[in-house]
């Protein structure tokens, strides 16, 4: 996918999510990997980690809010395996997807040509310093309702089926529990072109495979795999 990072096409994206103000400069910013910096010799500012800071920060507070008066009676501990789920780099790769801010994005030539742009771990750090820049410039209300409007649903989701989306823990805790041996994760089949991979990967305990599970990231492979065995084991409930 071609690259349309121009200043206007950036803004006709960001005034169609729902923002009127806001400083077209950081957002270019925002997008900009250090590897394109890099490459054309742009000094370190121009590139979205500075900004990826503060967004991650913004980001936290935001779900914090929201999680602390959607769930008045909640204990701190259970809030804070929400939110850890909520800000991964899983979920916010989903949000990134729906918004489609791939073709937005800066990478180096070299970057490009091995699929950056479609990472995981790149348009997660993108969202989040696109939420930086729009702290600083744009209605910061507006903001939060945006991230939040974004993650509602997700968030209700997480609460409601805890366990699918934290399997590695719940079987870690299991296995801990009857030694301590800890599951072991192996990659079975690696497919696909550089840039849209399929794994397969193995999970075992005490040298036996107990599921095997594929996904597009190592780690979403892992979760599924995990997740199999602990309804295996008896420790999710099939419904």
């Known amino acids: 996918m071609q690259s349309d990072c121009s200043e206007q096409s950036l803004k006709t994206f960001i005034q169609k999510l729902g923002f009127d103000k806001f400083s077209p400069e950081l957002v270019e910013i925002a ?3 250090s590897s394109y910096a890099q490459e054309n010799d742009l000094e ?57 801010i791939e073709s937005y994005i800066k990478v180096s030539k070299a970057e490009d040509k091995c ?19 729009l702290y600083l410039s744009s209605d910061k209300d507006a903001l939060k309702e945006f991230i939040t ?11 409601q089926n805890k366990t699918v989306y934290n399997a590695k823990a719940l079987l870690q805790e299991y296995t801990q529990g009857k030694s ?42 892992q979760q599924e795999a995990a997740f199999i065995a602990c309804k295996q084991l008896g420790l999710i409930k099939e419904d």
Do not use: W
């Open 44 to 100: 370190y500012l121009k590139c979205y980690e500075r900004l990826e800071f503060l967004g991650d920060a913004v980001l936290k507070m935001a779900v914090t809010d929201y999680l602390y008066k959607k769930y008045p009676e909640a204990h701190e501990g259970e809030l804070t395996k929400i939110r850890a789920v909520v800000v991964s780099d899983e979920i916010l790769h989903k949000i990134a997807q729906k918004l489609g």
């Open 180 to 221: 301590k041996e800890l599951p072991e994760y192996t990659v079975v089949e690696e497919s696909g072109a550089a840039h849209d991979k399929t794994f397969t990967i193995a999970v075992s305990y005490n040298g036996n495979q107990l599921a095997q599970a594929s996904g597009k990231t190592k780690k979403q492979a």
């Open 115 to 133: 699929g950056g742009r479609k990472l995981e771990s790149i348009q997660a750090c993108v969202m989040e310093a696109l939420f930086g820049a």
């Open 31 to 33: 997008f900009t990997h």
């Open 149 to 159: 409007k974004e993650l509602s649903q997700i968030i209700e989701d997480i609460a």
